[in-house]
T-cell receptor, first 112, second 116 residues
Framework: TQLLEQSPQFLSIQEGENLTVYCNSS?????LQWYRQEPGEGPVLLVT???GGEVKKLKRLTFQFGDARKDSSLHITAAQPGDTGLYLC????????????WGAGTKLIIKP | DADVTQTPRNRITKTGKRIMLECSQT?????MYWYRQDPGLGLRLIYY???????NKGEISDGYSVSRQAQAKFSLSLESAIPNQTALYFC???????????????FGEGSRLTVL
C-alpha cells in the first residue's frame, strides 16, 4: 500500500515568515499534486509536478518534486494571512489511471 | 454557479436512516468521484465512476452505494447511517488525460453529514 506522509500536520506562524511543508513516501509516483482547501470549500489544485527534480513557482509558493519522485515540498516565502488554509498533497500511482494517494494535510494559519 | 454542485450542504440524521447525497456537474467530465474527509485522515475514496456504465469501489466503500444517473449526475447513498459515517463528503470530477496521469480534480463545496 502506498502512503504519503505529510508534515507538519499543523503550523501557525506570523505574517512575513517563511515555511516549508513536506510530503514523503517510500514509493515512486508518476506525478504529484498540491491542493489548497479553505473552510467550507473543496480543495483547489495549486500545481502538478511531473518530472523528478522539477521546481514550479506560483508567486510566493515554490513546489519541488524530489529527484526520485518519492517526495515533494511546498515552500512559502513571506507568508500572508491569505495563505491560511489546509494544504493537501496527492500522488498519482504509476500505471494507474485513477488512483490518487492523499496526504493527511497541513493546516496552516498565518497570523497578522 | 458552481461547476460541481452538491446537495444538501449540511444534513443531520439519526442512526439507521437512509441518506442520499447528490452531485451534479457542468464541466462535461466523464469521471466522477465520492470522497470522505475526516480530520487528520485526509481524503479517502469511497466510489468512482469513469462513465455512466462504469462504477468502481474505492478504499472505503462498505456501508455506501452509488448511482450514476447520467454523465452529469452521481449520487451517494448511505442505506442505514451510523455515527462513524459522520464526516465531510466531497464529490469531484476529472477529465482523462491518458498515459496514467489522472489530471486535476474539481471538487464540490462538500456535504457535511452528522449521524446521531
Amino acid at each position: 500500500t502506498q502512503l504519503l506522509e505529510q508534515s507538519p500536520q499543523f503550523l501557525s506562524i506570523q505574517e512575513g515568515e517563511n515555511l516549508t511543508v513536506y510530503c514523503n513516501s517510500s514509493s515512486v509516483f508518476s506525478s504529484l499534486q498540491w491542493y489548497r482547501q479553505e473552510p467550507g470549500e473543496g480543495p483547489v489544485l495549486l500545481v502538478t509536478v511531473v518530472t523528478g527534480g522539477e521546481v514550479k513557482k506560483l508567486k510566493r509558493l515554490t513546489f519541488q518534486f524530489g529527484d526520485a519522485r518519492k517526495d515533494s515540498s511546498l515552500h512559502i516565502t513571506a507568508a500572508q494571512p491569505g495563505d491560511t488554509g489546509l494544504y493537501l498533497c496527492a500522488g498519482v500511482a504509476p500505471r494507474s489511471n485513477y488512483q490518487l494517494i492523499w496526504g493527511a494535510g497541513t493546516k496552516l494559519i498565518i497570523k497578522p | 454557479d458552481a461547476d460541481v454542485t452538491q446537495t444538501p450542504r449540511n444534513r443531520i440524521t439519526k442512526t439507521g436512516k437512509r441518506i442520499m447525497l447528490e452531485c451534479s456537474q457542468t464541466k462535461g467530465h466523464d469521471r466522477m468521484y465520492w470522497y470522505r474527509q475526516d480530520p487528520g485522515l485526509g481524503l479517502r475514496l469511497i466510489y468512482y465512476s469513469f462513465d455512466v456504465k462504469d462504477i468502481n469501489k474505492g478504499e472505503i466503500s462498505d456501508g455506501y452505494s452509488v448511482s450514476r444517473q447520467a454523465q452529469a449526475k452521481f449520487s451517494l447513498s448511505l442505506e442505514s447511517a451510523i455515527p462513524n459515517q459522520t464526516a465531510l463528503y466531497f464529490c469531484a470530477t476529472s477529465d482523462f488525460n491518458g498515459g496514467g496521469f489522472t489530471g486535476e480534480l474539481f471538487f464540490g463545496e462538500g456535504s457535511r453529514l452528522t449521524v446521531l
